[in-house]
């Protein structure tokens, strides 16, 4: 069973995956390849000059692959609860299991109320529907977490990346019951 499966890699989900894996939790990275941020050009993220969305996002899923995160293509249509976490059901049946779950699938929600989560009205342009989370990124279910547009946080890249971090780091302080801290220092 995977420790922590994160729905959506481009920059929360990503992020999320990448400290989640870093932190040395088992992490899935499921993601359905319809990321807004694929039709991006940016120039207005920190420490980026510039890069196109795809290549963002494709940054993203490699940092955490090289820290282990295990990444999947597949459209979520259902989370449902199991004795010990989480099964998550795609498109093409398959299904996966976790303990915890982070949303960070944007703008793509067609799978939340079936799934029992909340949801609200976005506050960003274009954006019609969010998860009803906490600032920590709590849901209203137990164990699913929310990070990034679909969380009702900016849409812009930098943003959703910080937010996706920070609530990967609420996720790990939570399993590992302390304040979890990643810092590398220089060699």
Not at 24 to 33: P, W
Not at 107 to 128: C, H, N, Q, V
Not at 130 to 152: F, H, Q, S
Request: glycine fraction near 12%; aromatic fraction near 6%.
């Amino acid at each position: 069973m995977t420790e922590i499966a994160i729905i959506g890699a481009g920059p929360a989900g990503g992020s999320a995956a990448l400290f989640a894996a870093k932190a040395g939790k088992k992490t899935l990275l499921i993601d359905s390849d319809q990321s807004i941020t694929k039709k991006a050009w940016i120039e207005n993220h920190y420490g980026v000059p510039e890069i196109t969305g795809p290549n963002l996002v494709e940054t993203g899923i490699n940092q955490a692959k090289k820290f282990g995160a295990e990444y999947v293509q597949g459209k979520v249509t259902e989370i449902a609860k199991t004795d010990g976490g989480f099964r998550i059901a795609t498109e093409s049946g398959e299904s996966y299991d976790a303990k915890v779950v982070i949303v960070a699938s944007g703008l793509f929600l067609d799978f939340a109320e079936k799934s029992g989560l909340s949801t609200k009205p976005g506050t960003e342009p274009r954006i019609k529907t969010i998860l009803d989370a906490d600032a920590e990124g709590r849901t209203n279910v137990p164990g699913i977490w929310a990070a990034g547009t679909c969380a009702g946080v900016s849409v812009h890249t930098i943003i959703t990346a910080g937010d996706g971090a920070k609530v990967a780091i609420n996720v790990i302080s939570e399993l590992n019951g302390a304040r979890y801290v990643d810092h590398d220092l220089l060699k």
